[in-house]
């Protein structure tokens, strides 16, 4: 089994595993990791959760904490593709896409199969899901571009949305106070 080592005070090392279970912990100057060296890098910038590489993506496969709880929840990994406005599949419990249309999300019916979200069994839903994947593995580049052109509307409703509940719950937090 492969070990974490965490150095105290933290310092620059390159963590590159080998196979026999050690770690080369030899100095490195071109790591830029935030939470090691302190110093922002391109993946953190001002308030947003942007990041430059996402741009290129057009659906995320949002894989939420934990696979199988009983109930649904949404973490900072859903919102992710919807502050970024982007398609996305959730690889989440049961009925969370349901909540997310509960708060007046929306989703993209006609292109994925969104039946993965009512099936209960975290075995069959995987297996749902990763044939979902596979059938959209294969469209072509072209009719995914156009796909995410006809879901203009929907992208832009959620970003929006998002941001109108964010302001929206604190001002009700706030006037409770």
Request: charge should be negative; charged fraction near 25%; proline fraction near 6%.
């Amino acid at each position: 089994m492969m070990h974490r080592i965490y150095t105290s005070p933290p310092t620059c090392i390159n963590e590159a595993w080998n196979f026999d279970y050690s770690v080369d912990s030899s100095p490195s100057d071109f790591y830029k990791d935030i939470l090691i060296t302190g110093k922002p890098n391109e993946h953190f910038g001002n308030d947003t959760i942007f990041c430059d590489f996402y741009k290129h993506f057009a659906i995320d496969i949002v894989t939420e904490t934990v696979y199988n709880y009983p109930y649904p929840y949404i973490t900072e990994k859903t919102i992710r593709p919807i502050v970024h406005e982007k398609m996305f599949i959730l690889v989440a419990p049961p009925h969370t896409l349901s909540m997310l249309h509960e708060f007046g999300f929306r989703s993209f019916p006609d292109f994925i199969n969104e039946d993965y979200d009512t099936i209960e069994d975290s075995h069959q839903r995987i297996k749902f899901i990763i044939s979902e994947l596979a059938r959209i593995k294969e469209f072509s580049i072209d009719k995914i571009q156009k796909t995410m052109l006809q879901y203009k509307d929907t992208l832009t409703h959620n970003h929006d949305h998002y941001y109108w509940l964010c302001n929206n719950e604190i001002k009700q937090v706030v006037g409770k106070l």
